[in-house]
């Protein structure tokens, strides 16, 4: 039987955020003997969150210097918690921290390490990670003989445990932090009403480069598109994607949308984010922004154009209308 190792770092508060739980649930249905290792300034509240999970251990490396995202301190808890387990498997999820330091941590190890897994289960008997590859058009179902085989689970892939709290017994694992060159002074962030990116919204509202394009009267109404835009954005907290060709424009010397950058990019060159529901406005559906779509499960579109790529199968209901029109008769409606 495998031995499983879940490795989590703690929030601010010192409990785990949403990835973690869902890495948790994909651990938990491995069927192996599981040990969580923790990493953070404080790591006893997120301990007692999962202390009805089921894992047999529970390891923590404590103290101040862990609590900010650093490649030192970062790899340094990791290789510790992973020697103290003595795991076979080292399941975590895919944050920004783990991603840029577990790699090094492998290395140390003597192991081996998969990115972006999207699932992670037992396949004739044996554990075996599914990932895609060449833009997320070909999925691919892989496993290893080399141990310890570390792997970083894409969010938004299972649904995150759930259950009481409780008293866990926590292993503190002795370490002293390395040497370290860089200081946190301070978090600078935009607003929560400015932030466009929101992984965990329920929507996906993508804009197209048609946003930009001259309308019914012959001009170009860009600023009234910003407007609906982030109207919409405000009063119904989705997320914010874009087209290839919308986020190009910018070094076309065409009329852009100034919010818009290329990390708002969904498709086979930019991400391809997981929400419930997703609905793509002056896209026309081409194939290679569509990729970026694949893990949406409800698709609409809004487009004039009712022989559009989106009408040919790639979306589930597709209104043909001026956006324009439409957004603005939304967004009075959710002003109500």
Same mark, same amino acid.
């Given at each position: ?86 795991? *076979? ?149 989705? *997320? ?39 609905? *793509? ?56």
């Amino acid at each position: 039987m495998e031995t499983i190792l879940l490795l989590a770092h703690t929030e601010p508060d010192g409990t785990l955020a949403k990835p973690a739980l869902e890495a948790l649930t994909a651990a938990l249905a491995l069927g192996g003997e599981l040990t969580i290792g923790l990493a953070g300034a404080e790591t006893a509240p997120a301990a007692n969150q999962v202390a009805a999970c089921g894992a047999k251990r529970y390891l923590a490396v404590t103290g101040e210097p862990f609590a900010q995202a650093r490649y030192s301190t970062d790899t340094a808890a990791a290789e510790a918690l992973c020697r103290a387990a003595g795991a *076979s498997i080292v399941l975590a999820p895919s944050t920004s921290r783990w991603a840029r330091a577990l790699a090094g941590v492998a290395c140390r190890l003597g192991g081996r390490i998969d990115t972006h897994a999207t699932n992670f289960a037992k396949q004739n008997g044996a554990p075996a990670v599914t990932r895609w590859f060449y833009r997320q058009r070909m999925e691919a179902v892989l496993s290893r003989a080399q141990r310890p085989w570390m792997v970083l689970l894409d969010p938004g892939c299972f649904a995150p445990w759930s259950g009481p709290a409780g008293e866990a017994n926590v292993e503190a694992v002795p370490l002293d932090a390395p040497p370290t060159r860089t200081e946190v002074t301070g978090v600078q962030a935009p607003k929560a009403d400015e932030q466009t990116i929101r992984p965990d919204a329920k929507l996906l509202f993508v804009a197209g480069a048609g946003w930009t394009k001259k309308q019914a009267d012959g001009a170009v109404h860009a600023a009234e598109a910003e407007g609906l835009i982030r109207g919409f954005l405000r009063a119904s907290k989705a *997320s914010l994607g874009g087209s290839k060709s919308l986020v190009d424009l910018s070094g076309e010397g065409e009329a852009v949308l100034r919010f818009m950058t290329h990390l708002n990019q969904v498709g086979q060159t930019g991400s391809t984010p997981r929400h419930p529901k997703g609905l *793509s406005t002056c896209c026309h559906g081409e194939e290679p922004h569509v990729v970026g779509w694949r893990f949406i499960h409800q698709r609409r579109a809004i487009n004039l154009d009712a022989n559009c790529g989106w009408a040919r199968g790639k979306a589930d209901v597709l209104y043909v209308a001026d956006a324009f029109e439409v957004m603005r008769r939304v967004n009075e409606l959710l002003a109500r």
